[in-house]
């Protein structure tokens, strides 16, 4: 049974800094695409930002998150980051992190198609005090 299971959310500041982790069981991710994704109250999930299995490890942000947020993967620990930093009362969400397979001709439109994913964590909460 594939599991991701995120953590490392909670309440900070405006102008803080918090790391998300996602752990992820049950099969490896290598060739996948890992992401990020956050839903705040009476919005819209929307994506944040992915990071794909490949020398370098090409990775897509959400346009308001740009200079603020690093993913980064580790295949070796089955695992998935998001360093947050500035953080603002706007970031403020359930943080979920998702993996599906990738291939070479998918675009960022595609990464964008929630239905594409195949597996989900069950979120964290990221709150941000301003």
């Known amino acids: 049974q594939v599991q991701l299971v995120e953590s490392g959310g909670g309440l900070v500041q405006a102008g803080g800094s918090l790391r998300l982790s996602c752990a992820y069981s049950g099969r490896t991710f290598t060739g996948y695409v890992l992401g990020w994704f956050r839903q705040a109250l009476g919005k819209e999930r929307e994506i944040v930002a992915i990071?794909?299995?490949?020398?370098?490890?090409?990775?897509y942000y959400l346009d308001s998150v740009k200079g603020r947020f690093t993913i980064s993967r580790d295949n070796a620990k089955n695992a998935v980051y998001l360093q947050m930093n500035s953080l603002s009362s706007d970031d403020t969400a359930v943080y979920y992190c998702a993996a599906m397979p990738d291939r070479a001709w998918y675009s960022r439109d595609y990464y964008e198609q929630q239905g594409a994913w195949h597996y989900w964590g069950q979120g964290t909460q990221v709150t941000v005090s301003s």
């Open positions: 990071i794909r299995d490949a020398v370098g490890g090409d990775t």
